[in-house]
């Protein structure tokens, strides 16, 4: 007897993307690989989305829509979780696209031959000016997991951990964890991929690229945050309190402690963005950060080296300690005017197109 293929329930949230989401449901439609359940989740769409919702349910067979008042991202995922029938969840976003169409059968093949929790792909980036060459997550399963390094490349370094868009999970483990997406504005995936991390997943990677991520300037990463630090420290908070809660075991003080420094750099770099006397107002900023007990411990661990010998890139480690130690001084006028030295000689900006190359028509 023919074995039958495991039903992948792709999850769309739904929220102001009428301009894109025909693209996005249409590169799903497309994928080669048959045993898919599509749920659209119309988080309360104000525009022409619900609408277009229901003309693709009413369209076909294997998509099914959920209207529901406006929740959030996070949330809205969760109620995809709780409704998927299929023995995996692929997370996409209404304004993204798969890549290619072989993109959901690479993964499951994957999953399935490795016996697989979750399942990571690299992806590329595009807008209207045209698509970027892949982004590889440059990582690889076994015991590697388990240490900084992997947490460090794979949730800041490039990132592709951090994410709940573009990965294959398996819904047996999420549901035997009760791992649901929390209810933050922004940064939801990361915070949702840490607490999955803590129940040590078996990984599984391929190299193919199965998902292109818009550059949407309209979207919410793109926009001045009012909430960036408290919804921070937040994350930090709350996922300290869930591993305490739930009696998890190890050593998970690297995460925090550079979740954290990369909010410092965050916080600045929004200031230097989008005020006049941004340099100012990131200093403002940063004593205000500096004064709440949990930042003053993760970079005073920082300064003094906890962690980062176990990161192998070598310029990261100097960057990470040095920036830490001016921190912790206090110096946060210089700890400012750093960051801002290095967006005027772009070096954020050369990291990022490092990532994301433009291909070459």
Known sequence: MEQREAVVSVVVPVYKTEKYLDACVKSILRQDY?????????????????ALCDGYAAAYENISVIHQENKGLGLSRNTGMYAAGGKYLFFIDSDDCLDGEAAIRLLVEKAEAEQADITVGCYRRFNDSGVRQTNSHHLHGGEYTETVDFRFKGFYMYGH????????YKKEFLDAHDLRCRAYPFTQDKAHNMDCYVYRPKYAFIE???????????????????NLMPVWLSIAADFNRFV????????????TALHIFFGSFF??????????????EGTRVMKKYGKDPLVRESMAALAKGRYINEISAFSWRVMIRAASVVFHLRAYF????GIALLRKLRVDGRIT???NKK???
């Open 34 to 50: 048959p045993a898919l359940e599509i749920l659209l989740i119309d988080d309360g769409s104000p525009d022409n989305c619900p």
């Open 244 to 255: 305490a809660d739930r009696g998890i075991q190890g050593d998970y003080g690297d995460w």
């Open 208 to 226: 193919d690229s199965i998902y292109l991520y818009r550059v949407n300037e309209e979207s919410v990463t793109f926009r001045y945050k009012e």
């Open 334 to 337: 210089l700890f400012t005017a």
């Open 161 to 168: 951990l951090a994410h709940n868009w573009g990965q294959l």
């Open 359 to 361: 291909e070459k028509s």
């Open 353 to 355: 197109d490092s990532r």
């Open 267 to 280: 916080l600045v770099k929004q200031e230097l963005q989008f005020k006049k006397k941004g340099i100012r």
